[in-house]
């Protein structure tokens, strides 16, 4: 059963890092046909280059701090049906409460992170 976990652990730890690669996307956008839908309005399809340092390290904080959260969610989820399926195993039940509280910790840490990012880059200016 400890292979099995740790198997499983593996498997979300390579998911989740191959979800951290980051993809470049490449597209354009035909603008003559927007402005015709408009109706002769004219959209700015340009890209902003002039974002600073401080943005884009704020923007992939951000990112990550999402990403971090999400997994902590998911680790709840986790606790919460290994709670339902101990069948009154006191020693399950105790396990998957425990999981659930450091779980709901580490999400609570994460959401604080998030906010405190947020209003420091508020307060500087940088967003």
Known sequence: ??????KINYL?????????K??????QINTDLLNQAAGGAQYDTSINPATTIPQT???VIGVILSFVGAIFFILIVFAGFGWMTA??????VGKSIKQLVNGIIGLLITVAAYFITWFVSRFLGLV
Do not use: R
């Not at 979300?12 to 951290?20: E, H, T, Y």
């Open 57 to 59: 390290v704020g923007t």
């Open 87 to 92: 069948g009154g195993n006191e020693e399950k």
């Open 1 to 6: 059963m400890k292979n099995l976990n740790k």
């Open 22 to 27: 980051p993809f470049k996307i490449l597209a």
């Open 12 to 20: 979300i730890l390579l998911l989740s890092l191959g979800l951290l």
